[in-house]
């Protein structure tokens, strides 16, 4: 395991029993059911029996979408976020320690796998191999939906990665990168989209979710103005591991 992944997951360990609180203080409670209403509605269209959340962290979008599926699969590197999901007492779900990059999954396992926010920590090493991965556990025709945080976004255009600041790493994704990887491990990309365009002190006023989608769809504005982009990937054909 590399430095910047060994730190990650300490700080994922650090805070997993804080990090609901975290994210509401920090991002909002009207951003966590935005961002969890998005991933529901992506997942609930394809009827799923199956899901695997690669990167579920303490469970807050494996729970959301545990009611869409028979069952869902919670995998996070952080043994201490898991704990936290487990304790949500979810009945269809179960928990998984391992690393995007080497799942301890059979072959075609699952309909969809979902993650939120989580490949732009990875760098490229890490990133290809966790997609590999995520087509190898997938069905025939399987769908991959991920977000990401977005490079055309005005704050970030310009800038592809962060780099290793204090050891940690965060890449931005252009649509163009996510055809590319698509192309590359031979899923179709379905549908690409973008969200929270509007800033965070707009988070509790009424009206900010209907807002928010409706810049976030307009073309090109929309696209300059998000923060984060979310893509629905399809499974194509037989591929060799590139």
Same mark, same amino acid.
Request: with cysteine; proline share 3%.
């Given at each position: ?18 990090? =609901? ?16 209403? /998005? ?6 269209? $394809?009827? @799923? ?13 494996? #729970?959301? &979408?545990? @009611? ?39 072959? #075609?396992?699952? =309909? ?6 989580? &490949? @732009? &920590?990875?760098? /490229? ?12 556990? /997938? ?6 939906? +991920? ?33 590319? &990887?698509?192309?590359?491990?031979? +899923? ?10 509007? @800033? ?38 037989? $591929?060799? $591991?590139?």
């Amino acid at each position: 395991m590399k430095t910047y992944q060994i730190i990650e997951r300490r700080k994922r360990d650090y805070a997993a029993q804080s990090y =609901d609180e975290w994210l509401r203080t920090n991002k909002g409670s009207l951003f966590d059911i935005y961002e969890r209403e /998005l991933f529901v509605r992506l997942v609930k269209e $394809h009827k @799923p029996l199956s899901v695997i959340d690669v990167g579920s962290g303490t469970g807050r979008m494996t #729970e959301a &979408l545990a @009611p869409l599926t028979k069952r869902v699969v919670g995998l996070d590197f952080s043994s201490q976020s898991l704990e936290v999901l487990l304790r949500r007492n979810i009945n269809n779900c179960s928990a998984l320690c391992a690393s995007g990059a080497s799942l301890p999954v059979k072959n #075609e396992s699952f =309909d969809i796998a979902v993650s939120c926010q989580v &490949l @732009p &920590l990875m760098q /490229l090493e890490e990133l290809l191999m966790t997609l590999g991965e995520i087509r190898r556990i /997938l069905k025939p025709h399987g769908v991959f939906i +991920f977000s990401a945080y977005n490079y055309d976004y005005w704050r970030y255009h310009g800038v592809i990665d962060t780099g290793e600041i204090g050891g940690s790493y965060r890449k931005h994704f252009s649509s163009g990168y996510v055809y590319h &990887l698509a192309r590359k491990f031979n +899923f179709r990309v379905q549908e690409l989209g973008y969200y929270k365009s509007l @800033p965070l002190r707009l988070f509790r006023r009424k009206g900010w979710i209907a807002a928010d989608r409706l810049i976030c769809a307009a073309p090109y504005l929309g696209r300059i103005t998000s923060a984060y982009l979310v893509s629905v990937l399809q499974k194509e054909g037989n $591929h060799d $591991h590139c």
